[in-house]
């Protein structure tokens, strides 16, 4: 595999790519997360084959981002260029939110706030199995405010879900607007203290530094972990940078070029 920055480049061509292709937004949220889907399947993540069974499994609960995690499949080679090419096509398996057909998709997302439901759901399944699985579950700081998100941290925190590790995208902003001026969640890091995870702060855009922390995890004993991975929404083109209009915008011919050249410059 490629390092973590060549591949983070390497999602991000890929999401402008086919989001000007198929003419649909979301690009500002997939960017956001494209560094920490780079580290993951890069190889922070267990997973030799999509259908190994005891392989690490990944949620993404901001389901309205696959597309980022639609190119690490692909730079993963588990996703054919033809198949990749039919994102938001007729018939195709590769819809805005992702979908459990698609081979290397293990839960269909997109309901915002049930992603770590499951994921805790997953992590307790593997421990009553006695699996070496552990279940990873990237969520947005605007997911937060879902009451059904505290309920999952609640459970996983008693039954002490050690092999499940939650990362916030904490780049601030959703569809309406600015999280803190919607419903703040700040302190963050201190919510999930308050509730009995391993909280961990990091830079969401700083590869090492991500594949460092989740290195460091114990998942074998105590309590479940948190990232809490500070991103800039629309991050690795200038223009997109936290502009909210990105959050469901597609891009003219031009602002399409822009981007791309940017990316290929960084």
Known sequence: MASGSILAKEVRR????????????????????????????????????PQEKDRDRFILSKGHAALSLYAALHLRGWLSKGDLDTFCGNASFLGVHPE??????????GSLGQGLSIGAGV?????LRSSSRRTFVLLSDAECNEGSCWEAITF???HALSNLV?????????????????LSMSPMAERWRAFKWDVHEVDGHDGEAL?????????????????IARTTF?????????QLKWHYWPMSDIEYDNARAEVERA
Do not use: W
């Not at 999401?15 to 922070?44: F, M, T």
């Not at 904490?170 to 001026?181: C, E, I, M, P, S």
């Open 123 to 127: 992590a307790l399944a593997s421990k």
């Open 14 to 49: 890929i999401v402008l790519e086919q989001s000007k292709r198929a003419n649909v937004g979301h690009i500002g949220s997939a960017l956001s997360i494209a560094d920490i889907v780079a580290v993951l399947y890069g190889g922070a993540m267990r997973i030799d084959s």
């Open 100 to 109: 459990h057909t698609l081979a290397g998709i293990d839960f269909s997302t």
């Open 211 to 227: 594949l460092e922390a989740i290195e460091s995890l114990d998942m074998s004993s105590g309590p479940p972990h948190v990232l």
């Open 234 to 242: 629309g991050k690795g083109v200038s223009y997109m940078e936290r």
């Open 156 to 158: 996983a925190a008693h």
């Open 166 to 182: 939650a990362i916030v995208d904490l780049n601030g902003q959703q569809a309406f607007g600015d999280t803190q001026d919607v």
